[in-house]
């Protein structure tokens, strides 16, 4: 079945594309992220008392299933191999994405699990993954309330050090793909979207480049 599975992949990869499943733990991950942040920075304005501790209670419902994508993701990038497109070719710029995908891998991680961390170290509730799936806390009740604490502190410092990481990464990432798809004309944002019929049947754009001077028409007469 796993060598079927990546043949399935290895079908995709093969043209410079991600495979579908590729493809949706990108963008369900990428909305995912982006509604983190909005929401958290949101929360922090909320006044203290229910609405605060609801907008707690969505921000790590919505925070939990980007820990569990960001496992399958990694299991996913093993079995299947990425695509070589244009992006690899680019010298110290291929160096550069390799670098952003790492540490979008740290931030994937510690996102989450300092989330987690903060949230277990006040004892605020139970946890639910997507609101839904109940979710254990990290066992901290035992521990003396200064050792949560400095629990809480050292959590919320690494999610703070985290959403920093990403609010730099982001803009980075989106603007090398404009860049390498509007600019370069480079299949890199291309093998990321779905696949569209009528969009793979078109030809090739040619690469970035002025424009050629036009040519005299010549005359009837002539």
Do not use: N
């Given at each position: 079945m796993i060598e079927r599975l990546r043949a399935w992949g290895n079908?995709?990869?093969?043209?410079?594309?991600?495979?579908?499943?590729?493809v949706a733990f990108h963008w369900i991950m990428a909305a995912l992220i982006l509604f983190q942040i909005g929401w958290g920075f949101w929360t922090d304005?909320?006044?203290?008392?229910?609405?605060?501790?609801r907008?707690?209670?969505?921000?790590?419902?919505?925070?939990?299933?980007?820990?569990?994508?960001a496992i399958g993701r990694m299991i996913w990038r093993r079995l299947i191999d990425d695509p070589y497109n244009d992006a690899d070719t680019q010298g110290w710029q291929t160096d550069v994405?390799?670098?952003?995908?790492?540490?979008?891998?740290?931030?994937?991680?510690?996102?989450?699990?300092?989330?987690w961390l903060m949230w277990s170290s006040v004892a605020s509730g139970p946890l639910h993954l997507a609101g839904i799936v109940p979710?254990?806390?990290?066992?901290?009740?035992?521990?003396?309330?200064?050792?949560?604490?400095h629990i809480l502190d050292l959590?919320?410092?690494?999610?703070?050090?985290?959403?920093?990481?990403?609010?730099?990464?982001?803009?980075?990432?989106?603007?090398?793909?404009?860049?390498h798809h509007f600019w370069d004309r480079h299949d890199v944002l291309r093998g990321m979207l779905p696949e569209?019929?009528?969009?793979?049947?078109?030809?090739?754009?040619?690469?970035?480049?002025?424009?050629?001077?036009a040519l005299p028409q010549e005359s009837d007469a002539g």
């Open positions: 079908s995709y990869t093969d043209r410079g594309r991600y495979s579908p499943v590729g304005w909320v006044m203290p008392g229910g609405d605060k501790v907008a707690y209670e969505v921000h790590s419902a919505a925070g939990l299933p980007i820990l569990l994508l994405a390799h670098l952003t995908a790492y540490l979008f891998y740290v931030a994937f991680f510690t996102l989450p699990l300092s989330g979710w254990p806390q990290v066992p901290l009740g035992s521990l003396e309330p200064l050792t949560r604490y959590a919320e410092d690494v999610h703070i050090a985290s959403i920093i990481l990403l609010l730099v990464l982001i803009p980075v990432h989106a603007g090398a793909a404009l860049k569209i019929p009528d969009w793979e049947g078109r030809p090739e754009a040619p690469p970035h480049s002025p424009p050629a001077p």
